[in-house]
């Protein structure tokens, strides 16, 4: 079971108090707010590479490769109707350095996707994830 407790804070800000930390959550100011936090559907992309990225340096590590850098870039398109919702998500998992192992690279990385991360599996249930995998 997981709790997370979202206080109100005035104007249109919040901050919710997480096992491990606290954020803030607000709008633009030309929404209403004071653009002085996170705003919820970018939080819910960095829960999704989050999740993945923990995944994927996790088998990293157990597997000993070298990678000099790694970094995931989310995207997504939004219908246009009320309570708008992402209907296609594009992530792109960045592996740069001199001695990658390309192969196990994407294997870790399909690993994650169809298989480990929790949050790729909720996303999966109302968007179209596309996936891309590049090396430097």
Known sequence: MHKVVTKWMGNMAFESILPDGK?????????GGDGNGMRPKALMLSSLAGCSGLDVASLI???RLKVDDF??????????ED?????????????????????????IVN??????????????????????????
């Not at 954020?23 to 929404?31: A, L, N, S, W, Y």
Request: aromatic share 10%; charged share 35%.
């Open 83 to 107: 309570a708008a919702t992402y209907h296609t998500v594009y992530i792109r998992y960045i592996f740069s350095g001199k001695e990658l192992e390309e192969e196990k690279l994407q294997k």
């Open 61 to 63: 590590k157990k597997m």
């Open 111 to 136: 690993l994650s996707v169809e298989k480990y991360c929790g949050v790729m599996k909720m996303f999966e249930k109302f968007a179209d994830i596309k996936i891309d995998v590049i090396f430097k």
């Open 23 to 31: 954020i803030k959550i607000d709008v633009p100011v030309e929404q």
């Open 71 to 80: 970094s995931i870039e989310t995207d997504a398109e939004l219908t246009d």
